[in-house]
C-alpha cells in the first residue's frame, strides 16, 4: 500500500521556524504533485501550499505566502514544507497529499489520492 509519512511538527513560538517532511514508500514521489494541508480543530482541511512534479513549480495559499516554502528533493524521495515566522493561527495538524492526475497545480483536498496520517503544528507562548 503506498504510504506518505509526516515528520517534524511540534510545538514553537510565535515567530518561530519548522522544516515539516514527507517521506513516500512504496511508490516514487518525483511522478505525483504534492501538496500540504491543514486542519485546525473545528474548522475545514484547507490548502497551504503544492508543488509540480514536473518542473517543481509552487503555489502557495495567500494566508502563508513568503513565510512557508515548499521544495523537493527527488533523490531521497522526500517533500518539505519550511516554515517560517509562524503564528498562531498557523496551529493545526499538518497533512501531506500526493495525486498524479493533473498538469496543473491545485489545493483541491478531494482530489488527491494518497494522504499522511499528519503531524500537529503547535504555535503558542
Known amino acids: 500500500q503506498l504510504q506518505l509519512v509526516e515528520s517534524g511538527g511540534g510545538l514553537v513560538q510565535p515567530g518561530g521556524s519548522l522544516r515539516l517532511s514527507c517521506a513516500a514508500s512504496?511508490?516514487?514521489?518525483?511522478?505525483?504533485?504534492v501538496g500540504w494541508f491543514r486542519q485546525a480543530p473545528g474548522k475545514e482541511r484547507e490548502g497551504v501550499s503544492c508543488?509540480?512534479?514536473?518542473?517543481?513549480?509552487?503555489y502557495y495559499a495567500d494566508s502563508v505566502k513568503g513565510r512557508f516554502t515548499i521544495s523537493r528533493d527527488n533523490a531521497k524521495n522526500m517533500v518539505y514544507l519550511q516554515m517560517n515566522n509562524l503564528k498562531p493561527e498557523d496551529t493545526a495538524v499538518y497533512y501531506c497529499?500526493?495525486?498524479?492526475?493533473?498538469?496543473?497545480?491545485?489545493?483541491?483536498?478531494?482530489?488527491?489520492?494518497?494522504w499522511g496520517q499528519g503531524t500537529q503544528v503547535t504555535v503558542s507562548s
Open positions: 497529499a500526493a495525486e498524479g492526475r493533473y498538469s496543473y497545480l491545485h489545493l483541491r483536498p478531494k482530489e488527491y489520492d494518497f
Open positions: 508543488i509540480r512534479s514536473s518542473d517543481s513549480i509552487t
Open positions: 512504496k511508490f516514487t514521489l518525483n511522478y505525483y504533485n
